[in-house]
């Protein structure tokens, strides 16, 4: 075996003699890469016998390879399995970008045919640096539970603009973040949608939601996270506005477990889980599924058993 001991320790192949200079270190470092070039060279010829034995059943010629000492392949340039395994990578790398292409595309069409929901980021003046954290890593989620679903959602972020510290905070923590298929759009809600449109969602609100709409209607979600859980807050701006109101159906399709005391009860949920209890309705158009999926088991809600008739999605909410 010929090598080098380099200053590091490290050993290389070379055209000079040391094995018997080497440290204890060294010497095992060297037994190291004797026992991988042995393994190459075996799973090399394991493979040449391989191929030969395909051949053999299919009627084939194969086309022979001349080795080196080291079993590298050196009559045709290639060396045995290498070709294989590249077409392997290249197709996984190819299946990849196909797969990446088809789920932008049914974003992109959600955008003509599906229910849209707005996130209103004009909150940020009630928000800590910690809650636009969070609030980033909600829209994140947000946006992965879109891209996996086979019915997508369309989805605008209102007052989204580099003066907003939420557009810092998003584009700095999550790489590519302008790269979501979201409408991004730097001016507030009430100069990009006509109230007439606007249906905002909180829980503060005394009207239920009964269905979404893929017409004209735009359902817009608080871009808030709020830690010490401020009331009316959103309904408050929408009367002030002149918006209408809505409220997630919970207790209409689900009940209270009172067979345990460490429940909250709340229905006060992040961006991420209203979004995913909508997405799961319009995917399945059924209230109890969407939010038995939605709702986190930790604020003590059941579905009821029994639940009334539910609107079709065609009903204007």
């Known amino acids: 075996m010929r090598c080098e001991v380099g200053s590091a320790g490290d050993v290389k192949k070379e055209e000079v003699t040391c094995e018997g200079t080497m440290s204890k270190n060294q010497k095992r470092k060297l037994n190291r890469l004797r026992s991988r070039e042995e393994y190459r060279l075996k799973r090399r010829l394991r493979h040449r016998q391989k191929r030969r034995q395909r051949a053999a059943r299919v009627g084939t010629p194969v086309e022979e390879e001349e080795y080196n000492e080291d079993g590298a392949g ?22 990849k970008n196909e797969d990446k292409a088809a789920v932008t595309e ?104 009964q269905s979404l709409d893929s017409g004209d209607r735009v359902y817009v979600l608080g871009g808030l996270v709020d830690l010490s859980v401020r009331k009316n807050e959103t309904v408050e701006f929408a009367n002030s506005h002149a ?22 009860f709340k229905r006060i949920l992040s961006v991420n889980q209203v979004f995913d209890i909508l997405l799961k309705f319009h995917e399945t158009h059924c209230w109890t599924t969407a939010l038995s999926h939605g709702m986190p088991k930790r604020h003590g809600y059941l579905p009821i058993e029994a639940a009334p008739s539910q609107s079709s999605p065609s009903d204007k909410a």
């Open 74 to 95: 050196v009559g045709n340039g290639k060396q045995l399995g290498v070709g294989l395994g590249q077409r392997a990578v290249e197709g996984t790398v190819r299946k």
């Open 106 to 209: 049914r974003l992109k069409a959600a955008r003509h045919c599906a229910p849209h929901i707005c996130i209103d980021l004009n909150w940020d003046g009630c928000m800590s640096e910690r809650e636009r954290s969070q609030l980033s890593d909600h829209l994140q989620r947000l946006y992965g539970s879109n891209k996996k679903s086979p019915s997508p959602l369309h989805v605008s972020l209102c007052n989204f603009s580099p003066q907003n510290p939420i557009y810092s905070t998003c584009t700095s923590k999550h790489h590519g973040f302008l790269n979501y298929v979201f409408d991004f759009h730097p001016l507030p809600l009430l100069k990009v949608f006509d109230v007439s449109q606007i249906v905002y969602l909180t829980p503060d609100s005394p009207n239920v939601l």
């Open 243 to 264: 918006i209408e109101t809505a409220s997630l159906p919970i207790l209409k399709y689900m009940h209270k477990d009172t067979s345990q005391s460490r429940h909250s």
